[in-house]
């Protein structure tokens, strides 16, 4: 079965802090997909990883993809509260997208 | 910027009835998706489409629903007759290549309602 597993489940940090949140899947990926959903919106394409070891950036969020293409990170410096909502990892199996769970993320002012 | 546009916003229906969701996708975009989240659970895959015939379908996606593209710039999600347990967000998504080769762009979605 096609699993992606993220964690933490949900996360509550002060604003200015720094985060990760994790992507693991037991099956070796051919590409992975990090989006984010704002509370009853649709998804918000981040980033796309294809290679091991790539490392991408955008303003404040940054994610990586292991040699192994099996885990990834996402990691967001000086948290804002425009940063709150839930992020998803998403990985392809050919004609179709899946997703893992979800990290919910709120950001303190 | 280009996007996936999906009406309605929500729509509130009587169980048994026929409901049809309504997508436009990217226009340059060759794939379609639709997919549903119930509330508080995840996103799953219901249906992929591309060259006007579906590419794969979930368990989700039984004899209750259809897809079709019937004219050059909407995807529509019909389920026959509804139950209860449809109740969810429906979301619509196109890419441009096949998902090995890039990413999917969603749209608001549609948050149905079986009453």
């Known amino acids: 079965s096609q699993e992606l597993e993220q964690s933490p489940q949900s996360l509550i940090v002060q604003e200015g802090k720094n985060l990760t949140i994790n992507c693991t899947s037991s099956k070796t990926l051919y590409g992975l997909y990090w989006y984010k959903q704002k509370y009853g919106e649709g998804l918000i394409f981040l980033m796309m990883?294809?290679?091991?070891?790539e490392e991408k950036s955008h303003e404040k969020i940054t994610a990586k993809l292991d040699e192994k293409k099996q885990q990834s990170s996402l990691h967001i410096t000086a948290s804002q509260p425009s940063h709150a909502g839930i992020y998803l990892c998403?990985?392809?199996?050919?004609?179709?997208?899946?997703f893992g769970t979800g990290t919910s993320l709120t950001v303190i002012p | 910027e280009p996007e996936v546009t999906q009406t309605p916003s929500h729509q509130v229906t009587q169980m048994g009835q026929e409901v049809i969701l309504r997508c436009v996708p990217i226009?340059?975009?060759?794939?379609f998706y639709w997919y549903r989240q119930i509330l508080g659970q995840k996103v799953e895959f219901l249906v992929s489409f591309y060259n006007n015939e579906i590419s794969e379908k979930s368990e989700i996606f039984d004899d209750q629903f259809s897809v079709e593209r019937p004219d050059g710039s909407n995807f529509t999600l019909k389920i026959r007759s509804t139950k209860l347990e449809d109740s969810a967000m429906y979301f619509c998504?196109?890419?441009?290549?096949?998902?090995?080769?890039?990413?999917?762009?969603f749209g608001q979605g549609t948050r149905l309602t079986v009453v």
């Open positions: 998403g990985a392809d199996s050919g004609n179709q997208f899946y």
């Open positions: 998504a196109s890419s441009e290549q096949g998902p090995r080769n890039t990413e999917a762009f």
């Open positions: 226009s340059n975009h060759l794939y």
């Open positions: 990883l294809q290679k091991g070891g």
